[in-house]
């Protein structure tokens, strides 16, 4: 139903729009299917120090949550393809993660392609990442129970993080919270055939994405974009990684979820089998949606619990 209505829409492909129009109709599409946005008991946009100028981050504490209560944060990148995306498309879905797992949450705006291609995207969420450790004590934030995590793109971005982190060894994070991420950027997986039209993410938008944040092809094999080919994936956080069964990222979720048990990591996989790609900020008209918000949020919770 929800697939037909955004046919009959009329609403063009984002692949037929520039990134400017893409990003406006991103930005006024969540309307239709986002939840209202819940209170929260502290919403403050931040502004990290960045190597190319100020990150606007926000901050959101969850309801119940004193004002002088370190709470433990899960640092938050959001999905749109490294072109389309920023703090209000995903704002319903953040507060909801920080109320319903107890836990604060920072929202990274990072810098988009086509005008900041890989890894300029990269480069933002670590900065932004090591600016909130840095500051944890002054935002009322716990360092020492600090989680990193995405959607899609996002969950590209929390992966690699968490392979910078664990390089450079001084930034500890607990846990990496994965939704439907893309892992590895060549799309070779046989979901992105069975699964690449029809489904609202389809194959040709995905090539639009990737056109706008590689700019050369040999990038595609670079770890930093495609962490999946990483080729020692040891002694990262435990993960929770959440897929959809009508998804072209599918199979890149499984088998880095896969690749990441075998190099003797915690992870779980859940795929929602039902469900197509960007599901998750969709509460208002898909119902597992919800299911799956609480879902991500217990696990938040239960990872930065002590």
């Known amino acids: 139903m929800l697939l037909k209505l955004v046919e009959q829409s009329g609403a ?6 520039a990134p400017v129009e893409a990003r406006q109709m991103y930005r006024d599409r969540r ?3 986002q939840p209202d946005p819940p209170e929260v008991a502290l919403m403050r946009d931040l502004e990290a120090e960045g190597p190319a100028g100020p990150i606007p981050l926000r901050l959101y504490r969850p309801l119940g949550s004193s004002q002088d ?6 640092v938050y990148y959001h999905g749109g393809g490294f072109v389309i995306g920023d703090l209000d498309t995903h704002d319903v879905l953040c507060r909801e993660l920080a109320n319903e797992s107890g836990c604060a949450v920072v929202s990274v705006d990072y810098r988009l392609a086509p005008e ?12 932004a990442t090591r600016w909130i450790y840095a500051n944890a004590a002054s ?10 995590g995405g959607d899609s793109a996002g969950g590209n971005l929390a992966a690699v993080v968490c392979l910078l982190a664990r390089d450079d060894g001084d930034l500890p994070i607990r846990f990496q919270l994965l939704i439907y991420p893309g892992t590895e950027m060549r799309s070779t997986a046989q979901s992105h055939q069975t699964n690449g039209q ?5 194959r040709d938008t995905i090539d639009y994405f990737h056109g706008h944040y590689i700019a050369d092809p040999e990038q595609d094999f670079e770890w930093q974009a495609s962490p999946f080919l990483r080729d020692d994936l040891a002694g990262l956080p435990p ?4 897929s959809a069964g009508y998804d072209p990222l599918r199979d890149d979720a499984l088998a880095y979820s896969q690749r990441l048990s075998e190099a003797g990591n915690r992870v779980t996989h859940i795929c929602f089998e039902r469900q197509i790609h960007g599901f998750i900020t969709m509460g208002k008209v898909i119902d597992e949606a ?4 609480r879902l991500c949020a217990d696990e938040v919770r239960r990872a930065l619990s002590a």
């Open 239 to 242: 993960a929770f990684i959440m």
């Open 139 to 148: 935002l009322g934030l716990d360092a020492g129970r600090l989680a990193v």
């Open 12 to 17: 063009p492909p984002v692949h037929l729009l």
């Open 198 to 202: 029809g489904y609202l993410l389809t």
């Open 31 to 33: 309307f239709f299917s």
């Open 69 to 74: 209560q370190a709470l433990p944060v899960l």
């Open 116 to 127: 900041h291609p890989y890894p300029a995207a990269v480069i933002d969420c670590m900065a």
């Open 290 to 293: 919800n299911t799956a918000v």
